[in-house]
């Protein structure tokens, strides 16, 4: 047997990757198979029934296309990586999704894709309308608001609008959530399912919604125009306008559709209207388009005749299960108003039990704080009737402080008194004094006068008996005896001595009498200033004593103060005393 005649063994499986809208799975698929059975065993283990929307897309060159179920999978221009890659997607659109989706998990598979493409801005969507859906996302993925557990920035990591809408206000990633959130919190009690199918619901009257856009050209040259293939029928577009399509075609208006090669031939019902000829870029694409056309038509008669005993069975289970699910979700409700209603009641009863701790508590150290303050105010009586008997000790000794105090300013009025009287008298000698002393001075002019005229007459008689002594001088040096006495009648200057001997014993007695006044003048005035430096002493000793007084007054004055007393008005006057004492004694320096 030749080496060379052996064939290569072929392998007998394939792999192949399914990616769906929320899960990844790997199958091991065997060479023959065609499209339908991979197609199949996707539904099975995803759990779809409804498989006539969904379809296994792939990506060929530059474009894409869904894989044939009556050709076997590596016939098809599939990719030839390992695994071979396929898209799980809706394919065909129903026309109103609340009558025409029956399972939940198509329902699901729905809201999922169309999310997508919203998110993708592959189906534009207002911003109004971006946050209205994103609310019912929300409300699909999280379950009812909370506001104890869905605090600010739950959101944060959620893609919930087009960035063409976040881009289009100047708005922050907090002002988006709250907004999003006030319309969220509005949709307390709606389940998953019913939140996605309103979701659903808004989308399906979006213009986009489900339209499939090709590029196609009139003719062959020019005359850009876009194809859009939907559940209502065909539309075309203008290059820059996919919302509002120029022509439209129902599918209850065509007739025939047919392509030869790269053009497409469009047949109105009415043979009175006219054809309308297209043409596109690849032959690919063309049959796509007719892939697309041939399912959205076959749907749209589908939705008009009587469902088939399959769906009619699958939307009784899907009522009866939906009826199931509503019954469970009141029963669910029921059980989580009644544990809400017990949680709050036990919060309710924990609050009023922490309230009632805090309430004894706060009595117990209200007890304790009256305990401690009736301690303190006894103890404070204590201290205020020691501090009252000790007031009255010093309010009685105030008392005899206070008499002791009048008693020394009586004495103090009656020394004052004296005083006045004896400086009043002090006035009057120093007065009598002072006239005496000018009488005196007068009397000692006039004596000073008498004994100048004295001097001068004894000067004279001296001056006489000198010139008499020298003429009888030689006489008695003559007859060296002495005369015999003269007698007064022969001589003539006996009247002279006898006049001498008088004007001696004149003066002399002038003399005394003057040194007498002196000496008596003398004593006199020491006499007097014995009695201004002993009336100055006691006006020093007063004004010594005043101060005492007037230091024990305003002590007295802080102490009645202090305790409540009035002070005595008699310590009033006690500077007015002081300012007479001192005014007096400047008078009595002067004299």
């Known amino acids: 047997m030749s080496i060379l005649g052996l064939k290569k063994k072929q392998p007998k499986t394939f792999k192949v990757k399914v990616i769906t809208m929320d899960a990844e799975m790997e199958f091991s698929c065997e060479v023959k198979w065609k499209g339908k059975d991979l197609f199949d065993l996707v539904c099975r283990t995803v759990g779809l029934r409804e498989t006539w929307f ?5 990506t060929v060159k530059d474009t894409y296309a869904w894989l044939k179920q009556e050709k076997r999978v590596l016939d098809q221009e599939v990719p030839k990586d390992s695994p071979i890659m396929f898209h799980f997607l809706a394919k065909f659109f129903p026309e109103k999704v609340e009558e025409e989706l029956v399972q939940e998990i198509t329902q699901h598979l729905f809201f999922l894709q169309v999310k997508k493409q919203i998110l993708d801005e592959e189906i534009f969507c207002s911003p109004e309308a971006s946050v209205l859906l994103a609310s019912y996302a929300v409300q699909a993925k999280y379950g009812d608001y909370d506001p104890n557990f869905h605090k600010p920035g739950f959101l944060a990591q959620d893609e919930l609008l087009p960035k063409r809408v976040l881009m289009q206000y100047q708005m922050t990633a907090d002002m988006w959530e709250e907004k999003i959130t006030a319309w969220y919190a509005e949709h307390r009690g709606i389940a998953r399912d019913e939140a996605e199918m309103e979701y659903l619901k808004i989308a399906q009257d979006l213009e986009m919604y489900g339209v499939s856009y090709f590029h196609i050209t009139q003719n062959k040259r020019d005359t850009d125009l876009l194809l859009g293939v939907d559940a209502q029928g065909l539309h075309i577009y203008s290059p820059n306008n996919k919302l509002n399509p120029n022509k439209s075609f129902p599918w209850s208006g065509i007739r025939n559709i047919s392509y030869s090669e790269k053009e497409f031939t469009i047949k109105p019902l009415d043979k009175k209207k006219d054809v309308f000829k297209f043409y596109s870029s690849q032959l690919r694409v063309n049959k796509l388009i007719l892939q697309l056309c ?3 038509h076959d749907l749209f008669m589908r939705r008009r005749k009587v469902d088939s005993i399959e769906v009619q069975q699958m939307k009784s289970q899907a009522k009866e299960e939906k009826a199931r699910k509503k019954m469970e979700r009141q029963i669910l409700a029921r059980e989580k108003q009644m544990r809400e209603e017990a949680e709050r009641a036990k919060e309710e009863m924990e609050r009023r039990l922490f309230q009632l701790q805090d309430e004894a508590r706060l009595a117990n150290e209200a007890l304790l704080r009256s305990e401690e303050t009736a301690d303190l105010l006894a103890e404070k009586a204590q201290i205020a009737e020691e501090e009252a008997k000790l007031l009255a000790h010093k309010a009685a000794e105030a008392e005899q402080e206070r008499q002791r105090l009048e008693v020394t300013a009586m004495k103090t009025k009656e020394e004052k008194r004296l005083m006045e009287q004896k400086m009043r008298e002090a006035e009057q000698l120093a007065v009598k004094l002072v006239e005496q002393s000018e009488r005196r001075l007068k ?47 022969d001589f003539g200057y006996e009247p002279a001595a006898s006049r001498l001997d008088f004007k001696d014993s004149d003066m002399k007695r002038l003399s005394m009498e003057i040194e007498r006044e002196r000496l008596e003048y003398m004593e006199k005035s020491k006499h007097l200033q014995d009695q201004l430096k002993e009336l100055k002493t006691e006006i020093e000793s007063l004004k010594l004593e005043e101060q005492q007084q007037q230091h024990q007054a305003n002590m007295y004055s802080l102490h009645n103060e202090a305790r409540g007393y009035v002070q005595d008005p008699l310590y009033i006057s006690h ?11 400047a008078f009595f320096e002067e004299v």
Request: hydrophobic content about 30%.
């Open 54 to 58: 969904f379809g296994l897309r792939y």
């Open 575 to 585: 500077s007015n005393r002081n300012s007479a004492y001192m005014s007096q004694m």
């Open 294 to 296: 041939i399912g959205n």
């Open 443 to 489: 009397e000692a002019d006039h004596l000073k006068q008498d004994l100048t005229e004295a001097k001068d007459a004894e000067r004279r008689a001296k001056q006489k008996l000198l010139e008499i002594t020298k003429t009888t001088y030689p006489l008695i040096a003559a007859y060296s005896t002495p005369p015999a006495p003269p007698e007064p009648a």
